[in-house]
Each structure stands twice: as C-alpha cells, then as structure tokens.
C-alpha cells in the first residue's frame, strides 16, 4: 500500500515535471522565433544602410547562423531533452518547491512528505511510513500539473513573437526593399 502511494505521488510530481518543460518549450519557440526575426530586421536594416562589402556581409550571415543556433538549442532543444529524460531535469525535490508557489497551503507538506519518503528508504519505521501515508492521502486531491497554464504562458511570450513578426510584416509591406535587397546581397556572399 505504501509503495503504490508514493507511486501517485511520484507520478504526479513526473507530470508536473513533464509539463513544466513543456512550457519551457513553448516559451522557447515563442522566444526564438521573436529572436531569429529580430535578428534578420536589425541585420537587415545595418546592411541596407552600411552598403558593406563581403566580408561583412559574411559575418552578419554566420553571426545569424550561430545566433539562431544558440537560441534553438538553449530555448527548444534542452526544454525538450529535458522533457523525455535524455537530459538532467530538475529534481522531485524542485518540483515539489515550484509546485508550493503554486499551492501555498501544501508547500511544506509537499516537501516533507518526498524527505519522509527517502527516510523510509534506509528503515522500516512504521510510524514514518504511517505518516507518509496519511501525508499523501491529504495530497493525492491535488493535480500538480495544473500549477502550470499553458495558455497563459503562452499568452505571456507571444509578444515577443507579435511584435517583431509585426515590424516585419510592416516593413515587407511598406519598405520591402529595407528585407530583400540585404536578403539579396547577403545570399550573393
């Protein structure tokens, strides 16, 4: 009985954390994209001003690259590593901290509870384990996961999204030469 109650709240906690990255994720391709479309309008717009040579050009291309590099593997690749345990996520003990920001009135008991837990790993107390299971049996109503809003977050970052998709979309609009001449000479180097 014990066992298949720390597994509910082992697997609740493993939802939490699997939803977390998720955001993470999100945010991570709201962030990117923002990014990589700022980059290319400020790339754009130096280029289309400075009438700079190769070399420069070169390096506003290859900055691009190794911006857009980055900016893939730190805000999508990882959340998403982290999401399927191919990388080091952040701990149940963690976890259990962001899910109390979330649910104030369980914070401590959440906590206690998962050191309680790793105590009876080393004994056999029947008291701890009696008080674990009353511990959890007061947890098991709540649903982790549900501390994280996606739509919210993604809410949150779309304007880092909106607003240089926008500027671009202005610009194409309005000034389509300021994107697709550096765009052109850029592509020639």
């Known amino acids: 009985m014990q066992q298949k109650r720390t597994n509910i709240i ?3 906690i493993d939802e939490f954390i699997r939803k977390y990255y998720l955001n993470r ?3 991570g391709v709201l962030l990117s994209i923002g990014g990589v479309i700022a980059y290319v309008i400020i790339a754009s717009i130096i280029e289309y001003y400075g009438h700079f040579g190769s070399t420069v050009r070169a390096f506003l291309f290859f900055v691009f690259i ?4 980055v900016v893939l593997y730190r805000f999508m690749l990882i959340p998403l ?4 345990k191919l990388a080091k996520s952040i701990s149940p003990l963690e976890a259990s901290r962001l899910i109390g920001r979330h649910f104030p009135e369980i914070s401590d008991k959440l906590i206690n509870t998962l050191q309680l837990q790793e105590q009876t790993a080393h004994s056999d107390n029947e008291l701890l384990i009696a008080s674990i299971n009353q511990r ?3 947890l098991t109503p709540f649903s982790f996961s ?3 809003n996606l739509n919210q977050s993604l809410k949150k970052y779309a304007k880092f999204t909106i607003i240089p998709l926008t500027l671009l979309l202005v610009l194409l609009i309005f000034q389509s030469n300021i994107i697709t001449k550096p765009a052109q000479n850029v592509s020639a180097v």
């Open 66 to 69: 190794a911006f857009s590099s």
């Open 146 to 148: 549900s501390a994280i």
């Open 25 to 27: 994720f999100l945010q």
């Open 10 to 12: 082992s697997k609740k």
């Open 81 to 84: 590593l982290r999401r399927w």
């Open 136 to 138: 959890i049996q007061n």
